[in-house]
């Protein structure tokens, strides 16, 4: 072969994989772990082909997951890009032996399949909406995410005091506040609550005061497992007409399905079916009527619709959780939800709190009338903003945090906080 011609696959074949740990700015929101810290861990994948073409992923931050994507990205040069399902299974077998939980795993392989097809949609001029299966809507309705939150990050270590915009957010009229802000800058129509935070009763306050300033408005609550199944119960009645699902009130799929058989609201989650294994127990038990899923732990942007199909088979209502994310996560976020036939509630997003921060390059992506618009550039059709990147790199390695500890924090701040679920 004449050494100066190219393989006709050299378009697609990987050359190495680029795994970029970063740190941003995170306001103190409150939930029942703890209290956010000043600062949320993502690592921002950059997968090169051997023509230079470069497909970017991000998924959340933490020494595990990025210890395994830098394991990933041992084997992945000399993979096509479009063999994509091949290749997530040689990552998700290489981490099999230490890594047993198929959750685990998933948020690995899930990055990675992202990084191929915004790369495939650059090689190929499409949007990576048209890569599965092509947009049904223009736009992706989104929910405006509010949580309990103080005024400030506490002065700690030397450090001052590190106050944001959004003030404190402590009772049913603070959060009613951030609501209309949160409508005023990006339009929301519908609002989910982060609880778990206060006793259950101020929360059903602050439920029926947004009840009250946002009629018709769609509204959900979600205390990650805070509670046991009796008092999920005692909740569920009390805003049975109020909420269009009640998102992990209890923990375990046996826990769900005792509260399914009393609760009158639909129960929702994003905690206790979280891999492929947990669907046959829980559809079996009928435990969820909703589920939130997350491209980024269950398989990437293709599985997350063979996962809609599913949920479609068996009558479960389709939404989408959300942990703090920036841009790319946000166009892949969209992107998915574009090409689901059916998406039953609007997406809950964590956007509104990076306080502007962010890794792409400003102007593809805007939260307007409670929507985001799907790009149509090639790939995600975002573009990284290498600056930034080396910005947050460099925010990363001074901070010395390496993993996610709200409860941990929490307790520097307040000594007594006990972190045991449930609580109530
Ligand atoms: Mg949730």
Not at 2 to 12: L, V, Y
Request: with cysteine; aromatic share 6%.
């Amino acid at each position: 072969m004449n050494s100066t011609t190219a393989p006709p696959d050299a378009g697609g074949r990987i050359r190495e994989l680029i795994v970029t740990p970063i740190a941003f700015a995170d306001p103190p929101l409150l939930n029942a772990d703890g209290v956010h810290e000043p600062l949320a861990l993502r690592c921002i994948l950059q997968l090169v082909l051997e023509d230079g073409t470069v497909g970017l992923g991000e998924t959340p931050g933490g020494s595990a997951r990025l210890a395994r994507l830098q394991r990933a990205a041992k084997i992945l040069p000399g993979h096509n890009v479009f063999d994509t399902t091949a290749l997530c299974a040689a990552v998700d077998e290489t981490l099999l032996p230490d890594v047993p939980s198929a959750h685990e795993r998933g948020w690995t392989t899930s990055a990675i399949e992202v990084a191929c097809l915004d790369a495939q949609g650059k090689l190929t001029g499409r949007p990576v909406s048209d890569l599965l299966g092509g947009a049904v809507r223009d736009s992706v309705p989104f929910a405006g995410y509010l949580f309990y939150k103080w005024a400030e990050h506490p002065a700690l270590d030397g450090r001052p005091a590190i106050d944001d915009p959004w003030g404190e957010a402590l009772t049913p009229d603070g959060i009613v506040a951030q609501a209309r802000r949160m409508q005023e800058l990006y339009g929301f129509t519908s609002f989910k609550l982060k609880g778990g935070v206060f006793p259950p009763d101020e929360e059903i306050a602050a439920i029926e005061a947004l009840r009250e300033a946002f009629p018709g408005a769609p509204l959900r609550l979600d205390p990650n497992t805070a509670w046991t199944v009796e008092t999920s119960a005692y909740v569920a009645k009390r805003l049975d007409g109020v909420l269009e699902y009640l998102e992990d009130p209890t923990a375990t799929i046996a826990g769900m399905a005792d509260l399914a058989r009393i609760s009158p609201l639909p129960l929702a989650t994003n905690m206790c079916v979280i891999a492929w294994e947990h669907l046959k127990p829980a559809v079996r038990d009928n435990a969820i009527q909703v589920l939130l899923t997350d491209h980024h732990y269950w398989g990437g942007l293709r599985r997350t619709r063979e996962l809609a199909a599913v949920c479609e088979a068996f009558d479960i209502g389709l939404s989408m959780h959300s942990n703090s994310h920036l841009g790319i996560s946000l166009a892949a976020m969209t992107h998915v939800a574009a090409a689901l036939p059916r998406l039953d509630h609007s997406c809950d997003t964590h956007y509104p709190w990076n306080s502007g921060s962010d890794i792409i390059e400003p102007g593809v992506l805007k939260l307007e009338n409670g929507e985001v618009r799907v790009p149509t550039g090639p790939g995600l059709g975002v573009t990284l903003d290498t600056d930034a990147l080396e910005r947050m790199h460099r925010r990363y390695l001074d901070s010395g945090i390496r993993d996610r500890d709200d409860s941990g924090y929490m307790r520097r701040v307040h000594p007594d906080h006990r972190p045991g679920l449930p609580r109530w």
